[in-house]
């Protein structure tokens, strides 16, 4: 899975910055948002959405969620 794919997901995930996340729960909430989407389309759509209805916050989210994607590669690679 590329890391944008994984970004996407954390974007569409109930994960929010103020949880300040662990590894472990980033891995977690991408791959819940994964199977409650659909896959990385259904991810998409969503941060697409969010992206037409709020652009100033989905852009924070973004940036977000693209800080996190590598730790969660990390912690897939040592489980």
Excluded: K, N
């Excluded at 569409?12 to 389309?41: K, N, Y």
Aim: hydrophobic residues 45%.
């Amino acid at each position: 899975m590329t890391e944008h794919t994984r970004a996407e997901a954390l974007f569409a995930s109930d994960l929010q910055p103020s949880d300040r996340p662990t590894g472990a729960q980033v891995a977690r909430a991408i791959h819940t948002s994964l199977l409650r989407r659909g896959g990385p389309a259904g991810c998409a759509a969503v941060m697409a959405a969010e992206y037409g209805e709020h652009p100033e916050t989905a852009a924070l989210r973004m940036r977000w969620a693209l800080s996190l994607a590598p730790t969660a590669a990390t912690v897939a690679l040592a489980a």
